[in-house]
């Protein structure tokens, strides 16, 4: 059977001899009238609507089940601590209590706490529990994962409403970074590695937001040392990555330098977001027109045509009473890379402008619309 795409799945129904809309719609407008979501909760309910009618294997039904749910959950606790800035530790789960990173990833833990941070990690120990340490509960978040044999969550979250469950992987690993404003990775196994690769990859192909990636290691440490000369004689020498993917993490040997990277990175930028095909970075303070000039052209090569605008944001699903300021463009989208250098760019003192921004040209408008 063909697939269907969700703007014909009431048809697809009305073609077995089943009208399910009026049905579908009058349930959304009993339990959620003014959601301006309505369209999505309708196309997600016919989604399921179509797999009980297809019918087809229940392994595949309980996965699904599973997965919403988890999802749906997840989404529901987290809300509690939306607003707040959060960054995910990976470490070891292995790492013991007398060595020199334990110590190291507690100071992480409380250094972050004292910027008003939380710490996410995935709740157990060694790394995980000592950056969960150094926080305390009112900073740390857990996502620990559910197995066949006995788990135990880390002193500090155990048995608090900070500690969530996670039966897959894949969700668990979507909410490490979905909540995450920044990521710091401590040295770790094979977990650690493949953690450290999939971030890298989300964010080297444009499907997570860029935010921080810092590499920490003790001091005098080769963990990550080793991993990037790797990536750079095998992978970067063989061009299967670009030079500028390198750009996307950074080194660092205290929690003080972590926490600067992580400062310095939203000095002036706040988020990305796509406006249908425009890219746009939103910013704090407005760029001067040299840094603008500059900008035209040191970066032309991520922008596929009529160049950078800069505007006041329209507050189109955000809070514009943080008078934000973006920076819109026809971004190709492949050289994240790239994108990082001009977030280094934008978040330089030097290149603000200090007093209100001029009126923008009617060309800006239309492009960042």
């Given at each position: 059977m063909p697939d269907q795409s969700s703007d014909s799945l009431p048809l697809y129904f009305e073609g077995q001899g089943l009208d399910l809309a009026q049905h579908v719609d009058a349930q959304l407008q009993l339990v959620a009238p003014d959601s301006p979501n309505r369209p999505l909760y309708r196309e997600m309910l016919f989604t399921v609507l179509r797999m009980a009618h297809d019918d087809l294997d229940r392994w595949n039904a309980k996965i699904m089940l599973q997965a919403v749910r988890e999802l749906e959950?997840?989404?529901?606790?987290?809300?509690?601590?939306?607003?707040?800035?959060?960054?995910?530790?990976?470490?070891?789960?292995?790492?013991?209590?007398?060595?020199?990173?334990?110590?190291l990833a507690r100071e992480v833990g409380a250094t972050l706490a004292r910027a008003d941070m939380m710490v996410i990690t995935g709740g157990g120990a060694g790394i995980m529990g000592a950056a969960h340490e150094g926080a305390g509960l009112e900073h740390s978040l857990g996502f620990n994962i559910t197995l066949p044999f006995e788990?135990?969550?880390?002193?500090?979250?155990?048995?608090?409403?900070?500690?969530?469950?996670?039966?897959?992987?894949?969700?668990?690993?979507?909410?490490?970074?979905?909540?995450?404003?920044?990521?710091?990775?401590?040295?770790?196994g094979f977990g650690t590695l493949d953690e450290a690769l999939e971030v890298l990859t989300l964010i080297q192909t444009g499907k997570s937001p860029l935010v921080p990636i810092v590499l920490l290691d003790m001091p005098g440490g080769t963990y990550w040392k080793s991993a990037l000369e790797f990536v750079h004689n095998e992978l970067e020498a063989n061009q299967y990555i670009l030079p500028n993917d390198l750009k996307l993490m950074r080194f660092t040997y205290s929690a003080e330098e972590a926490l600067a990277e992580i400062n310095q990175?939203?000095?002036?930028?706040?988020?990305?977001?796509?406006?249908?095909?425009?890219?746009?970075?939103?910013?704090?303070?407005?760029?001067?027109?040299?840094?603008?000039?500059?900008?035209?052209?040191?970066?032309?090569?991520?922008?596929?045509?009529?160049?950078?605008?800069?505007?006041?944001?329209?507050?189109?699903?955000?809070?514009?009473?943080?008078?934000?300021?973006?920076?819109?463009?026809?971004?190709?989208?492949?050289?994240?890379?790239?994108?990082?250098?001009?977030?280094?760019?934008?978040?330089?003192?030097?290149?603000?402008?200090?007093?209100?921004?001029?009126?923008?040209?009617?060309?800006?408008?239309s492009l960042a619309e």
């Open positions: 959950k997840t989404f529901r606790v987290l809300q509690t601590f939306k607003g707040r800035r959060k960054v995910t530790v990976f470490g070891s789960a292995r790492t013991p209590v007398e060595h020199p990173l334990y110590a788990q135990r969550a880390n002193p500090t979250i155990n048995g608090s409403a900070n500690l969530l469950a996670f039966h897959f992987f894949f969700t668990r690993k979507l909410f490490f970074i979905k909540e995450a404003d920044a990521l710091v990775m401590c040295p770790g990175f939203y000095n002036n930028f706040h988020s990305t977001r796509w406006l249908n095909k425009t890219f746009v970075v939103r910013m704090k303070y407005p760029l001067n027109v040299h840094a603008l000039a500059h900008i035209q052209k040191a970066f032309a090569d991520i922008c596929l045509s009529n160049g950078f605008c800069q505007s006041s944001d329209d507050g189109i699903d955000h809070d514009a009473s943080l008078n934000l300021y973006r920076l819109s463009f026809a971004f190709s989208g492949r050289n994240q890379g790239r994108l990082r250098e001009l977030v280094d760019f934008i978040n330089l003192p030097q290149h603000w402008e200090m007093t209100d921004m001029a009126a923008t040209s009617a060309e800006c408008e």
